[in-house]
Nanobody
Framework: VQLQASGGGLVQAGESLRVSCAHSMSTWEVNVMGWYRQAPGKERELVASITRGGTTNYADSVKGRFTISRDNTKNTVSLEMNSLKPEDTAVYYC??????????WGQGTLVTVSS
């Protein structure tokens, strides 16, 4: 299974950015898709996830600002990020977990928010 993330970049605080991830897993095999991030010197953390049933989950730090979505016709999962803050600066990784429990990671895309 391959995952390709895109859409990272440099923005100013308060601006928006969208990151997307295309994956090659068959739709019927997908259980949960998510976005994680890792800031310098910190551990990787879950930002948002979406289940095959459409249930979403967000880290408290991004609730109300970020929205995760998926497009099963294009095999993509996206993260719309609004009202970005400097503390959102990190490498963002997409993750897709199958119904068998196997998880796969994308290569990461850097999001930098300047103050």
């Amino acid at each position: 299974v391959q995952l390709q993330a895109s859409g990272g970049g440099l923005v100013q605080a308060g601006e928006s950015l969208r990151v997307s991830c295309a994956h090659s897993m068959s739709t019927w095999e997908v259980n949960v898709m998510g976005w994680y991030r890792q800031a310098p010197g910190k551990e990787r953390e879950l930002v948002a996830s979406i289940t095959r049933g459409g249930t979403t989950n967000y880290a408290d730090s991004v609730k109300g600002r970020f929205t995760i979505s998926r497009d099963n016709t294009k095999n993509t999962v996206s993260l719309e990020m609004n009202s970005l803050k400097p503390e959102d600066t990190a490498v963002y990784y997409c993750n897709v977990r199958s119904i068998y429990g196997t998880g796969f990671w994308g290569q990461g895309t850097l999001v930098t928010v300047s103050s």
